[in-house]
Every structure is written in C-alpha cells, then in structure tokens.
C-alpha cells in the first residue's frame, strides 16, 4: 500500500515538474510585451516611446487639467507579466483623480530576460525622467514585484548621488524572492492570492544564473541610507507583509522612516486587483490617493 501511495506522489511530482519545465520553455522563447491601452488611449493623451526596445507608455490628462506633477508607475506581475487591465484602470482612476502624469515602462520579463536587462532599461530611463521633471513632485510608484523593482532602483541609484523622488509609494511590495522569513508559512494559510512555491519559480527566471542573493533582486538587503519618504500599503493576508517589517526595521538603523498603512485582511494589492474582492473606492486606495495628493495624515 505504501509502494503505491509514494509512486502515485512521484508520478503526480514529475509531471507538475514538466509542467513547470513546459511553462519556463514557452516563456524563454515568447517575448512578452503589454499592448497599447486602446481604452485609456481613448480618454487621455497618451505617448509611447521606444526605449531599449521596449515600449514606455506616457499617460497624460487633457491639457487643460494637466497638473505639473509626475508619476512614474513600475507594475507587478511576479517579474513575468505585463501590464494587466486591473493595472490600467488602476491608472485610469490616478489620472482622473490627480491630473498628473504618469509614465508607464513595459520592461523586461523574465525568464526570457533577467534582471540586468531589466536595468539596462530602466537605470537611464530613470536618469532621463529626473532630468525633465520637477523633482518636488515627482513620485514612484510600483505594486508587487514593480514595487521591488522600484525600490531596488532607487537603493542603487542612489549611491550614484542621482537624485532621489519627492516620494515612494510601494503597493503590497516583494521585497524578499527568496521568500524565508519564517512568519510566511503562517500568512500562506489566509492568502488566497499568491502561492510561495510559484513565486519562487518565477523568481529563478528573474534572477538568472547569478542575481539570487543580489539587492537589485531582493532590494530588503539593499542600501537605504540615502532614500526618503517612503510609504508602504500592506495587508495581513499577503505573504509579502512579514517582509514589509524587516525592511522597516533596517531602515531605521539607517535613520530612515518608511510609513506602513497595514489594513486587517487585505490581501495582495487588494485595492488595485479587481479579484481581491475590493473596489478602487476603498479606503485603501484613497489613502494612496491622499498620500500622491500629500493630504495623508
């Protein structure tokens, strides 16, 4: 009986193993790249630029509204999707409410592309949007894995005395791939969401050959000496919430404050995925609201 029972466990693990063998092959050969939003290009004034090869969507509201200040809007999808329609009408809504202009990089995505493709895209990119814009309203945002890619970012380019944004709002950030804090197992039993084993599949495509313990894949081990204003939205029901403390706690060593807005049972980016149960008028979203507005308490 027990011969059968470790045989059926094996014969169910080779083929979840050529499952994922199969999945990592169609996206090392598919070059994924997001589609230009007919929908928002429909409403606002939208450029799209060519930048290392890959598209970088500028939203900008009517003229007339049009507020001086910039947003530069890093989006998740665990480093291998592009951006979603929950993440365009999370766009939509900021636009709408807000009159600033955001701009939308469609970079790399793994396992095709590791994370050193990723920065040679958005490491100039960055350094040419600072040099346009008017630094005291200038914000970066990301959700999830952009949220990462958006702290990582700046821990480098910060070394390089670039100059930092007005403000950093990171969304339900993954700011550890490796995923070992020891409070996650307990979390995994309420998120509905996100599952550890499949991101730390995806994160094995992101990181390539080299990058698994590098800062720039895992910006929680990153330099955060010269960042400022940082404010983190994060539920109890995301694996990704224990992390959110340990990056605080070596932050303050640093003398720096990141401001958390924890909300009981939130799961992963709840107020931007319509499949988290929410709506974008929730308070979680106008928090974030208040907080690009600078109207947070």
Known sequence: MKKKIIKSVLAILLIITLII?????YYKTVDIK???????????????????????FIVNPKEQNKSE?????????????????????FIKKIVEDTNATVIVPDYPLAPKYTYK????????????????????????MGDSAGGGLALALEEKLSQEEIE???????????LDTRLTNPKIPEVQKRDRQLN?????????????KDGKDNYL???????????????????????????????????????IEINIKEYENAGHIWFIEKNSGEVLTNKGYQHCLETIKNQAE
């Not at 890093?74 to 951006?83: D, K, L, Q, R």
């Not at 550890?196 to 390539?208: E, S």
């Open 34 to 56: 997001t589609e230009n939003p007919k929908e928002i290009e429909e409403i606002f004034n939208v450029e799209i630029k060519e930048y290392s090869g890959r598209k970088v």
């Open 217 to 255: 894949v895992n910006p929680i081990d990153g330099d955060l000496s010269k960042l400022k204003n940082i404010t983190i939205f994060t539920g109890t029901n995301d694996i990704l919430n224990p992390d959110v403390y340990v990056l605080k706690e070596k932050a303050e060593k640093s003398n």
């Open 196 to 208: 550890k084993f499949k991101l730390q599949i995806a994160a094995l495509g992101y990181a390539g």
């Open 69 to 89: 200040q910039t947003i530069l809007y890093i989006h998740g999808g665990a480093y291998m999707a592009e951006v979603t329609k929950d993440h365009w009408d």
């Open 21 to 25: 063998g199969i999945v990592i092959i």
């Open 117 to 140: 493709e990723v920065f040679n895209m958005m490491e100039p990119l960055y350094k040419e949007i600072v040099s346009k814009v008017d630094m005291e309203k200038f914000i970066v």
């Open 164 to 174: 930092m944004p007005e403000k950093t709002i990171l969304i339900s950030p993954w």
